[in-house]
């Protein structure tokens, strides 16, 4: 527990902070409703459900502030570089934007749930006080309004009326209906086997967040509900006059109160994150118009494409990934890929497994399917917006990193150790990093194909430069026959691996990774090590509790912090 506290530290606190933050501007906003004079005869109208709606829509409008900077990543990629965050657990945030994302929409959630309730209930009591059994009072406020050029409290103006449609003939009323709707689908369409399976609904609902935020803008403009003026108060003494409500117009001190809706303020909330994405979605505009030239396709036989691609201007980091659009398969959708070329080389490259309609419909248009030579003007036209900063470019930052990867979640390695390979062939690079342990896990063995390749380039670099310490790799398949297993047994006294053909011979099965983290633990006893993960969220959350249970409660001994790539 002492061990995932200090790892986590920041983390929580930064939760704590946010949480506080909603605290405080729930507990003042109630405060001030429940105790400000001009919302005393709307308090005798609505009771305590007054507050409770200001104080959650305060917090509502607190969290719309948040929710768009987690996802503006040209911000966060621009943060990530400046000298306030150039490593350490400030920088690890950083990987966690869209879990921050995620907490803050529940956030908005738990507030809209309680601001549509307390409002339901305010619309029920604005009803009943126009009753005859509501009380003298009640009935006195609810009845102002009725002459013209008069101001009003209560927006239902008879008891006789449908309260449904009274309510959503106003602003607040129908604005309220289609920024709920936006909301509820975009959180039931953001779930876990929504967008694995239905990608493209995922992101197409997510787009009403414009409808969401347009209507929040105009949600206040309805003044749904209304207090005494500043003008009604120097005149009206409410405290005598709540009291003597049938002395209203007759005496000085009681005329008749005036009220007004308060001025909507949930455009100062969200104009500055409005802005800043909307210089996300320009610069997104300015790299769709840079031309992108695929120089080569190459077709695996694990299913998994491979596409080399220049751009002008185009700089990179090992371990970043760019989002990429293809207007002949869809002008709206862009979808994110890690990128497996190292800087050093003269090309970018992404390797993207068929696994959905979008990816399946690049594969055609790529020609992917029909394995025969395609001439490069036939190719279609990629737009590419990136690269952006990951968890994974931080491996070069610590002494001793361990990378590790699961399927597919092996490409953000592919440049890590590229990388690694062209740094090492250059005497002149010196590297802070002295240890890479890489772990990968794969179903298929013929997923090792591709990458294969730089693993045995690697290997021999490594051998030559007498640095064979340097790099120490660990490949498990996890999935195979009767057929392949007769094949592997038959050859197992080989000097090279029958599955890979590297000098490392593969694994069968899945890592001890108790047995492997006390091993480096052992290894390097007062080391901060960085553990680099991409794949599942299963095994995501196994990986992230033995780095907390094997570092060292005292901050001299070992300390593995965890790095995951999300998108």
């Known amino acids: 527990m002492g061990c995932w506290i200090f790892s986590e530290s920041l983390s929580v606190l930064l939760i704590l902070v946010w949480l506080g933050l909603n605290l405080y501007l729930f507990i003042d906003t109630f405060h001030w409703y429940e105790e400000n004079d001009a919302y005393l005869y709307t308090r005798i109208v609505l009771g305590s459900t007054l507050a409770w709606a200001r104080a959650s829509a305060t917090c509502l409008n607190f969290n719309c502030m948040l929710i768009l900077l987690p996802v503006s990543r040209n911000l966060i990629s621009f943060i990530r570089g400046t000298s306030i965050c150039c490593r350490g657990a400030l920088r690890r945030q950083l990987d966690k934007n869209l879990t921050f994302h995620k907490i803050?929409?529940?956030?908005?959630?738990?507030?809209?749930?309680?601001?549509?309730?307390?409002?339901?209930?305010?619309?029920?009591?604005?009803?009943?006080s126009q009753s005859k059994e509501a009380g003298g009072l009640q009935n006195k406020l609810s009845g102002i309004g009725r002459t013209p050029n008069e101001s009003y409290l209560n927006p239902i103006r008879s008891y006789e009326v449908n309260t449904t449609t009274q309510i959503l003939t106003t602003i607040a009323g129908v604005t309220g209906v289609i920024i709920t709707v936006a909301f509820i689908l975009i959180m039931t369409s953001s779930t876990k086997i929504i967008r694995r399976s239905f990608y493209e609904v995922f992101w197409y609902t997510h787009h009403l967040f414009m409808v969401f935020f347009i209507g929040?803008?105009?949600?206040?403009?309805?003044?749904?509900?209304?207090?005494?003026?500043?003008?009604?108060?120097?005149?009206?003494?409410?405290?005598?006059?709540?009291?003597?409500?049938?002395?209203?117009?007759?005496?000085?001190?009681?005329?008749?109160?005036?009220?007004?809706?308060?001025?909507?303020?949930?455009?100062?909330?969200?104009?500055?994150?409005?802005?800043?994405?909307?210089?996300?979605?320009?610069?997104?505009?300015?790299?769709?118009?840079?031309?992108?030239?695929?120089?080569?396709?190459?077709?695996?036989?694990?299913?998994?494409?491979?596409?080399?691609?220049?751009?002008?201007?185009f700089k990179m980091e090992p371990g970043q990934y760019i989002f990429l659009q293809c207007p002949s398969v869809s002008r709206l959708e862009w979808h994110p890929f890690t990128l497996t070329s190292a800087p050093e080389e003269e090309f970018f490259s992404v390797h993207i497994r068929a696994v959905g309609d979008w990816t399946e419909a690049l594969f055609k248009a790529c020609g992917a399917e029909e394995k025969v030579f395609k001439e490069s003007w036939k190719l279609p036209r990629l737009a590419v917006d990136g690269p952006f900063g990951a968890g994974t470019t931080d491996v070069f930052h610590y002494r001793v990193s361990v990378c590790i990867a699961a399927g597919i979640g092996v490409t953000p390695f592919a440049s890590i150790l590229k990388s690694i390979w062209f740094k090492c062939c250059n005497p002149n690079t010196e590297l802070t990093l002295e240890k890479v342990y890489f772990y990968w896990t794969c179903r298929d063995a013929s997923a090792f194909e591709w990458f294969a390749d730089l693993l045995f380039l690697l290997e021999t670099q490594m051998?030559?430069?007498?640095?064979?310490?340097?790099?120490?790799?660990?490949?498990?398949?996890?999935?195979?026959?009767?057929?392949?297993?007769?094949?592997?047994?038959?050859?197992?006294?080989?000097?090279?691996?029958?599955?890979?053909?590297?000098?490392?011979?593969?694994?069968?099965?899945?890592?001890?990774?108790?047995?492997?983290?006390?091993?480096?633990?052992?290894?390097?006893?007062?080391?901060?090590?960085?553990?680099?993960?991409?794949?599942?969220?299963?095994?995501?959350?196994?990986?992230?509790?033995?780095?907390?249970?094997?570092?060292?409660?005292?901050?001299?001994?070992?300390?593995?912090?965890?790095?995951?790539?999300?998108?």
């Open 216 to 313: 929040l803008v105009i949600h206040g403009m309805g003044q749904l509900v209304r207090g005494q003026t500043p003008q009604s108060l120097l005149l009206h003494n409410v405290t005598y006059c709540k009291d003597h409500y049938s002395e209203w117009e007759k005496v000085t001190q009681c005329p008749l109160p005036l009220f007004s809706g308060s001025e909507p303020v949930a455009w100062k909330w969200v104009f500055s994150p409005v802005v800043v994405y909307i210089c996300e979605k320009i610069v997104r505009f300015w790299r769709f118009q840079q031309k992108v030239v695929i120089t080569k396709v190459v077709t695996h036989s694990s299913g998994v494409l491979e596409l080399h691609m220049k751009k002008c201007g």
């Open 463 to 567: 051998a030559e430069k007498g640095k064979t310490h340097f790099l120490s790799y660990h490949i498990f398949l996890t999935g195979w026959d009767e057929s392949q297993a007769t094949h592997i047994a038959l050859h197992d006294d080989e000097e090279m691996d029958v599955i890979t053909g590297l000098r490392q011979k593969t694994f069968y099965g899945r890592p001890n990774w108790d047995t492997e983290f006390r091993q480096i633990a052992e290894n390097h006893p007062s080391n901060s090590i960085g553990v680099f993960f991409c794949g599942p969220k299963a095994l995501s959350k196994i990986l992230q509790k033995r780095c907390n249970l094997y570092s060292s409660a005292d901050p001299r001994g070992v300390q593995f912090h965890y790095n995951k790539e999300s998108f």
């Open 104 to 128: 803050v929409a529940y956030g908005i959630a738990v507030n809209a749930i309680i601001h549509i309730v307390a409002h339901l209930v305010n619309i029920e009591r604005y009803h009943l």
